[in-house]
């Protein structure tokens, strides 16, 4: 089975974007505030949309079954306030429950939480309760800088950030650690932002204790974990100068990392570099990179290509990147397999 733990619903009908407008309208002028039960969505339109993008590139790529959440540069927890996001959240979320309902041999929901710069996060725990209790997600997106690219919130190491994982482990359910757009003219959102964002979250656990505290919260760094990877060696010696233990044992019974990694040569440092156990197989598709690469002819997202390809991995390797260690690090998806017999 090859399970790809990152897809958002990128391609939702038109009429979401209009009703965010709306939305977004509403904070300078009240009158025009949509409610959530103006937003008309019909299974049709959602299965169309499912249909003839994100299921028929898995068909044609030979993925199976896509953890699904709400498009993350949609998020945008620096608009409004909490009632604004939480509005938000939740008419996004239950969109993408509905597509697992509609869906449910090829997506599963993960949450996106109510976000806002300034507000405590323990506000997020209601909508969080109700994906995992009533929608059945099996993790969550966690925005470190809901700020939106100006980092006015404290590291994922404080204690504000607790409720959550308080929460996370109760659930079993790890948070892929996502900003989202960049209101900040200097980071373009996909291009910088989302990669910044990588490589900082790994560094903010690096220098804290914070799995000290939780020895079972489990976050999953998107985009092939930004620049960690590649600068290894810098973050083992940090580590080491801060009397950290080696970073095996710090950090890596915690931390994971996608394949979101757009070309061959990054596929294979990845692989050489990352323990196999903390690799688990996405692609992100229909997302921040939709072209097709001039020097291969195949999509750049299509990461599955770069698995096979790479000369480092077992059979048995590719196995635990493509389903193995998705099942260990979402349990709720697991379970949620084998009640199904698989
Ligand atoms: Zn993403």
């Known amino acids: 089975m090859i399970i790809d733990v990152h897809g958002h619903y990128t391609t939702a009908p038109a009429a979401l974007g209009a009703w965010r407008d709306l939305q977004i309208a509403g904070l300078k002028d ?71 309902e509609l869906f449910p041999d090829h997506f599963i929901p993960a949450a996106m939480l109510p976000q806002s710069p300034g507000v405590d996060p323990k506000t997020c725990i209601p909508e969080l309760v109700k994906c995992v209790e009533e929608y059945g997600n099996v993790g969550i997106n966690l925005n470190p800088d809901p700020s939106g690219g100006h980092w006015t919130a404290p590291p994922l190491s404080d204690r504000s950030w607790y409720p959550i994982y308080e929460k996370m482990v109760e659930y079993d359910i790890p948070a892929m650690i996502h900003v989202s757009t960049s209101c900040n003219a200097c980071f373009h959102t996909t291009g910088a932002h989302y ?102 002819g195949h999509y750049y997202d299509d990461t599955k290509r770069y698995i096979e390809a790479t000369l480092k991995l077992s059979e048995q390797e590719r196995h635990q990147i493509y389903e193995g260690n998705a099942r260990r690090v979402f349990p709720r998806l697991d379970a949620a397999l084998k009640k199904k017999g698989l």
């Open 195 to 296: 990669l910044n964002a990588d490589t900082t979250a790994f560094m903010q656990c690096l220098t804290s204790d914070l799995f000290k505290d939780f020895p079972t919260l489990k976050f999953l760094i998107p985009h092939g974990g930004g620049a960690v990877p590649y600068h290894w060696g810098r973050f083992r010696g940090l580590a080491q100068e801060l009397k950290k233990p080696l970073l095996d044992e710090h950090l890596l019974n915690n931390i994971f990392f996608d394949t979101c990694v757009y070309h061959q040569p990054g596929i294979d440092l990845l692989t050489e570099v990352i323990p196999v156990k903390n690799i688990l197989f996405a692609s992100e598709m229909i997302g921040a990179v939709r072209g097709i690469d001039p020097t291969t």
């Open 30 to 100: 009240p009158s025009q505030t949509p409610r959530a039960s103006d937003l008309k969505i019909s299974d049709d339109e959602i299965r169309e949309t499912i249909e003839n993008n994100q299921l028929k590139l898995m068909k044609q790529r030979g993925s199976d079954l896509t953890i699904f959440s709400p498009r993350a540069s949609f998020m945008a927890h620096h608009i409004g306030n909490f009632e604004t996001s939480s509005t938000w959240a939740a008419i996004c979320n239950e969109l993408c429950y509905r597509v697992s």
